[in-house]
Nanobody, 114 residues
């Protein structure tokens, strides 16, 4: 059964850093497009970062230069390094994969305080 499990969320002060991890199972990870989305209360879910199977990385403009997505095909993990966090980054962060079908993790909360 395909599954994505996130970890690494928490509470951090503005300007701080967090590293999110997503462990995948039950998918052909090296062929999957992997990514991170986020959803804040009352707002639509938005794409944060995407890692393609070919090695490309794509970011929403608001995190460009602050966040870095990396993947480890041997370990079937995708990580999101988040630096210089701001209050507007507060959201539930969800891991996402697409290899034919879409799969979502349950999310991990990131809260940035001023």
């Amino acid at each position: 059964q395909a599954q994505l499990v996130e970890s690494g969320g928490g509470l951090v002060q503005a300007g701080g850093s967090l590293r999110l991890s997503c462990a995948a199972s039950g998918i052909n990870f090296s062929r999957a497009t992997m990514g991170w989305y986020r959803q804040a209360p009352g707002k639509a879910r938005e794409m944060v970062a995407i890692s393609s199977s070919a090695g490309g990385a794509y970011y929403v403009d608001s995190v460009e230069g602050r966040f870095t997505i990396t993947r480890d095909n041997a370990e079937s993990t995708v990580n999101l390094q988040m630096n210089n966090l701001q209050r507007e980054d507060t959201a539930a962060y969800l891991c996402w994969s697409q290899e034919g079908e879409e799969i979502w993790g349950r999310g991990t909360q990131v809260t940035v305080s001023s």
